[in-house]
């Protein structure tokens, strides 16, 4: 039968317990320590699949190397430069400037406008915010595949609802004509990624104190005063760093128009990231299509340092 003293002694810590604890008060209390353990995972998976592979990259581009054959041909930077003052080059350059800037301008338009909807109090909100958010749980692979179909000079509904509504008298190929694929596959590029600036700025409006638009209604401005004043210089920040990382990754994006036009019609969509993926795979020259990554990656690095320097985002970040 137990008795009190037999609890007791079950709770009391064993020797090997006692020692344990010691150890990771020993390792929690030292902020080094306890930060090299919280970063030694995290940066080993960054050198594995991402710092290695560049480095790769960067090594592969000064060389002549094809998939059909095993030999390293050594060919130095001037590899790099001939790429750059070639004409394929500059114009897929040009055409990404164009998808990559444009599709951030459409998203920040339609991202801060959606939250600046989905953010007021009404019946049925919570639900508006989660219908909101959906198109970016959606595949890239799933929102090319059906913006084909809808888009379609044939069947698509895109096309229907427009000749019903008298906007067009005939129908339109979006994909198949130079002059309007590439906006086309801006505009259902920005359908999927605007969720991302709406997410943020979202978050960033639902931090603003109440009162500060209670102050201002009895101070009889108006909503057009409201936003100007109160909520454009508190989602200044959020918009700067979404603009950022949107322009980053929409200059790189691949998936969204090789589904939809697969760089055409002719070359109309072809950007960067598609003229790499037709020297690599269609004409089997591993070590240009390495040579125009690694000046993709260039680019963009020299782009981050000087948007930086220039908006400072960080600056609005600390003020905000």
């Known amino acids: 039968m137990s008795t009190v003293s ?63 054959s095993p030999i390293w041909e050594w060919t130095g930077p001037g590899r790099l430069v001939d790429i750059v003052t070639s ?44 219908l909101a958010l959906l198109p970016y749980l959606v595949p890239a692979v799933v929102i090319g595949m059906v913006g084909q179909f809808m888009l379609n000079a044939q069947y698509g509904i ?20 130079p002059e309007t694929a590439m906006v086309t596959v801006m505009i259902v590029g920005s359908w999927k990624f605007a969720v991302f600036v709406t997410l943020l700025t979202l978050a960033r409006l639902q931090s603003i104190p109440e009162h500060f638009y209670e102050g201002a209604t009895m101070c009889g401005a108006n909503a057009y005063q409201k936003f100007r004043d109160i909520t454009l210089p508190r989602i200044k920040n959020v918009i700067l760093i979404a603009a950022l990382l949107r322009t980053l990754w929409m200059f790189n994006k691949f998936d969204i128009i090789y589904i939809m036009t697969r760089g055409g019609p002719g070359e109309s969509t072809t ?50």
């Open 6 to 68: 037999d609890g007791v002694r079950a709770v009391v810590p064993t020797r090997w317990q006692r020692k344990t604890n010691g150890v990771l008060a020993s390792v929690f209390e030292r902020d080094k320590t306890l930060l090299a353990l919280c970063l030694t995972p995290a940066l080993a998976l960054f050198i594995l699949i991402a710092l290695l592979p560049m480095v790769w990259a960067f090594n592969l581009s000064l060389y002549e190397v094809s998939t059909l």
């Open 87 to 130: 004409s394929g080059f500059q114009i897929a350059f040009g055409r990404s400037l164009v998808f990559g800037f444009g599709s951030v301008a459409f998203q920040l338009i339609a991202g801060v406008g959606l939250a600046l909807l989905v953010n007021k109090e009404f019946k049925g909100a919570v639900l508006a915010r989660a």
């Open 158 to 177: 895109i096309n229907l609802l427009l000749l019903r509504v008298g906007v067009l008298d005939n129908p339109v190929a979006f994909l198949g004509l």
């Open 271 to 320: 950007t960067i990231p598609l003229l790499a993926y037709e020297i690599a795979f269609n004409q089997y020259n591993l070590g240009e299509a390495a040579g125009i990554a690694a000046l993709m990656f260039v680019f963009l690095a020299a782009w981050s340092v000087l948007y930086f320097r220039v908006a400072e985002p960080e600056q609005e970040v600390r003020v905000a």
